[in-house]
């Protein structure tokens, strides 16, 4: 495929709302070696899979858990679920789960495995700094702190 057409391919993902349809653009992309053009596919699928309304807290909290595993799923040929996270969202809530991950003494494997996969603006710390009305100020330092600790310039997180 040449640049052009992976332009062109690239700008009909940004527009397609269809997760069948971005499911097989990721893997004909990653078939023909086009890691570009499959991680545009799948960061857009992240984005239309939630029900949630966009843009929401929680719409971004389901957004950072279908990333991760879409993410793990592709990487071990397997469906991989949060178990753990899904059943406390399940329990307690969307808000009370993100809190409870933020103010651990240590970070989440979820955290790194985002980091580690480019994906830092998918972190619940990410969540908790585009949705600042929604959490204490300790909360958002320790989420402000964790993406710092790794390098992340948390500016470019805050409400995009």
Not at 13 to 31: G, H, M, P, T, V
Not at 89 to 112: M, P, Y
Not at 122 to 142: M, N, Y
Request: with cysteine; proline share 3%.
């Amino acid at each position: 495929m040449t640049d052009d057409k992976a332009e062109r391919a690239i700008r009909m993902i940004e527009n397609c709302s269809d997760a069948k349809k971005l499911r097989q653009f990721a893997a004909n992309a990653r078939r023909e070696g086009l890691e570009a053009v499959a991680r545009a596919a799948e960061l857009r699928l992240y984005e239309v899979l939630p029900k949630e309304k966009p843009g929401s807290f929680e719409h971004d909290v389901w957004r950072s858990i279908y990333a991760l595993e879409g993410s793990l799923t592709s990487e071990r040929g397997k469906t991989t679920r949060l178990g753990r996270t899904r059943p406390k969202i399940a329990q307690l809530g969307e808000l009370e789960t993100v809190k409870d991950l933020i103010l651990r003494k240590k970070a989440s494997e979820g955290f790194f495995m985002l980091i580690d996969r480019h994906m830092a603006e998918l972190t619940f710390e990410a969540v908790a700094l585009r949705h600042p009305a929604k959490f204490d100020d300790p909360v958002l330092e320790v989420a402000a702190a964790r993406l710092r600790s790794v390098g992340i310039e948390i500016d470019r997180l805050q409400r995009n």
